[in-house]
């Protein structure tokens, strides 16, 4: 299942179960827009209602998108100050800015602990995992540029450099957590994601290619 606070699956999700959660008829959590965490409302529900399938649930956050960082989180995660205030960055300091950013990356940090915390509820049933995995990075302000999307060949490392996190639950025995550590500072790319997912469920098909697969290290050998 796609659930969606950005944009839209670019196509991704079209034969699958697609909501839309930037609107309060489905987000239960909006103020001056509607917030990533109201994406888990109803979750444990759709959860209970897979008892034994195997279930992938995408949540594609608003997150940090700017330029008007300053409306990406609620008014409690304003723990930076001061903040730029204005869509138009130009009309602000490189301060204002990198703390209205990084208020935005605290409220990130709140929404996948909200996660974390319900795939341990769901712990004792299921083999859980949680993987995060930002779609650019951003600059702002060093060598007077700002955003993202500059073509690859000139963009700074600021926008290709991404941040990526894994969580896993006490049942999922499938990897050696120390394997894994030991790859902490290898580079991966976004080409790596597919495979690792389809090796997270186990997926056979010629399209699988363990080389690419993050977790495929880690695994202990096949008895
Ligand atoms: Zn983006």
């Not at 109803?42 to 034994?52: M, N, T």
């Not at 951003?138 to 963009?155: Q, V």
């Not at 290709?160 to 996190?165: D, N, R, T």
Request: aromatic share 10%; with cysteine.
């Amino acid at each position: 299942m796609w659930r969606d606070n950005n944009s839209d699956s670019k196509g991704v999700a079209s034969r699958v179960t697609f909501q839309d959660y930037k609107s309060p008829k489905t987000n239960p959590v909006c103020d001056i827009e509607c917030r990533d965490e109201g994406m888990l409302a109803g979750l444990q529900d759709f959860i209970d209602s897979h008892p034994k399938g195997d279930i992938l649930i995408v949540l594609h956050q608003m997150g940090n998108h700017g330029p008007a960082y300053f409306r990406r989180y609620p008014p409690e995660f304003e723990k930076f100050k001061p903040t730029c205030k204005n869509s138009d960055l130009s009309r602000c300091t490189r301060e204002e800015i990198g703390n209205a950013y990084d208020n935005a990356i605290l409220y990130t940090d709140h929404f996948l602990a909200k996660i974390i915390e319900l795939l341990r509820k769901n712990d004792p049933k299921f083999e859980t995992s949680l993987f995060y995995v930002s779609d650019h990075g951003e600059s702002l302000g060093e060598n007077g540029l700002y955003l993202h999307g500059l073509p690859k060949a000139i963009a700074p490392d600021t926008q290709l450099h991404i941040p990526a996190l894994m969580w896993f639950g006490s049942n999922f025995t499938d990897i050696k957590i120390s394997a894994l550590r030991e790859k902490v500072n290898q580079r991966f790319t976004h080409a790596n994601v597919f495979h690792t997912l389809l090796g997270i469920f186990e997926v056979e098909t010629s399209a699988y290619r363990p080389e690419m697969d993050i977790l495929e290290e880690a695994r202990p050998p096949k008895k």
